[in-house]
């Protein structure tokens, strides 16, 4: 559980896909509302793999934003 708490998937995002990818993070999560992406990411084996990921908002029981949860689709 800790390794994947720090493990910082931007090292693995494709240079020519990572700047688009970023920047879609980021709006995706400042609006608070669910969001995809899709590039080129590189695998345990060092290929490069399309994934396109989808991120929906959490919120408690009193509606408030308290994260996202996703899931990529390679």
Known sequence: YEEALDFDWRRI???D???QVLA????GEASL???EL???YRNVHGEWRW?????QPRRDAQGRHIGFIGVAHD
Do not use: K, M, N
């Open 13 to 15: 995002i494709h240079p």
């Open 17 to 19: 896909d990572a700047a």
């Open 24 to 27: 879609q993070s980021v709006a």
């Open 33 to 35: 509302d669910a969001f």
């Open 38 to 40: 899709e590039g080129r």
């Open 51 to 55: 994934l396109h990921s989808t991120s």
